[in-house]
Each structure stands twice: as structure tokens, then as C-alpha cells.
């Protein structure tokens, strides 16, 4: 008798539960379309080298070309290198809340890179190379606890390197070469532990190097850097 009294209350407690789930996570997947179709129409999809299955109705974004989901049919990776993508980045895409990988170098992207992005807490890889982005490197691209890649080189960058980056706890490869980056490098990436690659080359950074490059652990697996005004050489090297 307990037990048949019990479960008329456990089970709409659970059904309860399970319905929210599944508005949670369906909910979730129009954010992404919705982040998707602002991409595609932001950046002159229709003209895109390969834009298959983008803007069908019937079909799930999970099924567009460059998108890879979860098995919950999230969008876990965007990546459209060198697809032709012309225009500004959305802010929308900072909705992508399971974005682990996002990838659109090599295309012809205009403006600046959307502040918005610190919120995207489970990407891993960003890379925006290769474009024709200009103002300054958000600072809130330091919330991004997981990111191992950052490349933000060959773009048209300005100002100074965020201090913020140095939160950055598991990054690995750093690119900011190619800009037009100038003040001083942050102290505080050379804090960063696992930094294995680190690439400066071709800004307008000055100043001392710091000292915390010189005695990182793996300093012998960095890029070459050279800063205009620096005191010291060290493996690296390109800056007027």
C-alpha cells in the first residue's frame, strides 16, 4: 500500500522532470537554427562554395554542411573554412551553447569580433584567421575556460593584447601574428602553462619581452617572436 501511495507521488514528479528536459533541449535546438540562419544570412549564404542543406525546412541543421551536433541534436562544431562567408559575424552565435569547435578562417569577414562570444563556455577551438576583422581582441574572449586554439592571425586587429587571455588556463596554440597589435606583450601569457605554440609576428608590439616567456617551462616549443624596442632575443622573431 506505501508503495503504490509513494509512487503516486514520485511519478509526476518524474514525468514533470522529463518534460522539461525535453522543452529544455528542443528549445535549445531552435536557438541553434535561429544562430545558423543569422550566420547564413548575415554572411551572403546563398553565395557560399558549399551551402548544402542550409535553409531547407525539412532538414535538421544537424544535416547542413560544416555543422556536427550532439546526439541530443546540438551544434557541437561550425566550421566553414574558406566557404566564402562575406559580412559580419552575428552575435547571435554566441547562442550555440554546445559549441566545442568553431572555424570560419580564410573567408572575407568584416567587423569585429563579437564580445558576446566569452559566453560560449565549452569552446575549445576558435579560429577566425584569414579574414578582414578589425578592432580590438574582446576581453571577454578570457572567459572561454576551455579553449585550447585560439588563431586570430592575418586580420586587422588593433590595440592591445588582452590581459585577460592569460586566464586562458588550457591553451595551447596562440596566434595573433598579422594584425596591427601594438603596446607591450601581456605579462600575464607567459602564466600560461600548457602554451605550446605562441606566434607575435608581424604587429607593432614594443617593449621589454617578458621575463615570464623566458622561464616558461616549454619555451622551446614556441614560435619565433621579435618586438620592436625589446632588450633580449629569445627563439623567435618578426616584428618591425
Given at each position: 500500500?506505501?508503495?503504490i501511495?509513494?509512487?503516486?507521488?514520485?511519478?509526476?514528479?518524474?514525468?514533470?522532470?522529463?518534460?522539461?528536459?525535453v522543452?529544455?533541449?528542443?528549445?535549445?535546438?531552435?536557438?541553434?537554427?535561429?544562430?545558423?540562419?543569422?550566420l547564413?544570412?548575415?554572411?551572403?549564404g546563398?553565395?557560399?562554395?558549399?551551402?548544402?542543406?542550409?535553409?531547407?525546412?525539412?532538414?535538421?541543421?544537424c544535416?547542413?554542411?560544416?555543422?556536427t551536433?550532439?546526439?541530443?541534436?546540438?551544434?557541437?562544431?561550425?566550421?566553414?573554412?574558406?566557404?566564402?562567408?562575406?559580412?559580419?559575424?552575428?552575435?547571435?552565435l554566441?547562442?550555440?551553447?554546445?559549441?566545442?569547435?568553431?572555424?570560419?578562417?580564410?573567408?572575407?569577414?568584416?567587423?569585429?569580433?563579437p564580445?558576446?562570444?566569452?559566453?560560449?563556455?565549452?569552446?575549445?577551438?576558435?579560429?577566425?584567421?584569414?579574414?578582414?576583422?578589425?578592432?580590438?581582441?574582446?576581453?571577454?574572449?578570457?572567459?572561454?575556460?576551455?579553449?585550447?586554439?585560439?588563431?586570430?592571425?592575418?586580420?586587422?586587429?588593433?590595440g592591445?593584447?588582452?590581459?585577460?587571455l592569460?586566464?586562458?588556463?588550457?591553451?595551447?596554440?596562440?596566434?595573433l601574428?598579422?594584425?596591427g597589435?601594438?603596446?607591450?606583450?601581456?605579462?600575464?601569457?607567459g602564466?600560461?602553462?600548457?602554451?605550446?605554440?605562441?606566434?607575435?609576428?608581424?604587429n607593432?608590439?614594443?617593449?621589454?619581452?617578458?621575463?615570464?616567456?623566458?622561464?616558461?617551462?616549454?619555451?622551446?616549443?614556441?614560435?619565433?617572436?621579435?618586438?620592436?624596442?625589446?632588450?633580449?632575443?629569445?627563439?623567435?622573431?618578426?616584428?618591425?
Amino acid at each position: 500500500m506505501k508503495k503504490i501511495v509513494l509512487l503516486r507521488y514520485i511519478l509526476p514528479v518524474v514525468l514533470l522532470l522529463g518534460s522539461r528536459v525535453v522543452r529544455d533541449e528542443t528549445a535549445g535546438q531552435t536557438a541553434d537554427r535561429l544562430a545558423l540562419e543569422t550566420l547564413y544570412q548575415n554572411t551572403k549564404g546563398d553565395g557560399w562554395r558549399e551551402n548544402d542543406g542550409w535553409m531547407v525546412d525539412s532538414r535538421s541543421p544537424c544535416s547542413w554542411f560544416g555543422v556536427t551536433c550532439s546526439a541530443t541534436e546540438r551544434v557541437e562544431r561550425l566550421e566553414l573554412p574558406g566557404n566564402a562567408l562575406i559580412g559580419s559575424i552575428p552575435p547571435q552565435l554566441s547562442k550555440l551553447e554546445q559549441l566545442t569547435h568553431l572555424d570560419l578562417a580564410g573567408n572575407e569577414l568584416t567587423g569585429c569580433i563579437p564580445p558576446d562570444f566569452g559566453e560560449l563556455s565549452n569552446l575549445q577551438i576558435l579560429d577566425l584567421s584569414g579574414n578582414r576583422l578589425n578592432g580590438p581582441i574582446p576581453s571577454t574572449l578570457g572567459m572561454l575556460s576551455s579553449l585550447q586554439t585560439l588563431s586570430l592571425a592575418g586580420n586587422q586587429l588593433t590595440g592591445h593584447m588582452p590581459s585577460q587571455l592569460g586566464k586562458l588556463s588550457d591553451l595551447r596554440f596562440l596566434n595573433l601574428g598579422s594584425n596591427g597589435l601594438n603596446g607591450p606583450i601581456s605579462v600575464e601569457i607567459g602564466r600560461l602553462q600548457k602554451l605550446e605554440n605562441l606566434a607575435l609576428s608581424n604587429n607593432y608590439l614594443s617593449g621589454h619581452i617578458p621575463s615570464e616567456l623566458e622561464c616558461h617551462p616549454d619555451a622551446t616549443q614556441l614560435e619565433r617572436l621579435y618586438c620592436r624596442h625589446c632588450c633580449r632575443w629569445l627563439r623567435w622573431g618578426g616584428n618591425p
